[in-house]
């Protein structure tokens, strides 16, 4: 059963920093691409970071220079370092993963399974 755990969401203040991450288990990490989307309250789900097996990594790009996305295949987990926190950047940051050797995609319906959320408030 593959499940993808997210932690380290919570409360911080506008130019902050946070880590957030996911542990996966049930599934081959090390030829998976990983990706984290994020959903703020009546929003739709949107693409942040994503980081192949290999790796490449890609950004959208209001979080460019801002988040990096890493993973430590011998921990089967990712991790998305958020540092100069924004309000606009609180919202829901899901995890998932997809099944490929090729380059991660950016678009939610390639991604097979997701993690439940961790919730990412930031004050102003």
């Known amino acids: 059963q593959v499940q993808l755990v997210e932690s380290g969401g919570g409360l911080v203040q506008a130019g902050g920093s946070l880590r957030v991450s996911c542990a996966a288990s049930?599934?081959?990490?090390?030829?998976?691409?990983m990706a984290w989307f994020r959903q703020a309250p009546g929003k739709e789900r949107e693409f942040v970071a994503a980081?192949?097996?290999?790796?490449?990594?890609y950004y959208t790009d209001s979080v460019k220079g801002r988040f990096t996305i890493s993973r430590d295949n011998a921990k089967n987990t990712v991790y998305l370092q958020m540092n100069s926190l924004k309000p606009e950047d609180a919202a829901v940051y899901y995890c998932?993963?997809?099944?490929?050797?090729?380059?991660?995609?950016?678009?939610?319906?390639?991604?097979?399974?997701w993690g439940q959320g961790t919730r990412v408030t930031v004050s102003s």
């Open positions: 998932a993963a997809h099944q490929t050797l090729g380059s991660p995609s950016r678009m939610f319906n390639d991604y097979t399974y």
């Open positions: 049930g599934l081959p990490f090390s030829r998976c691409a």
């Open positions: 980081i192949s097996w290999y790796p490449i990594v």
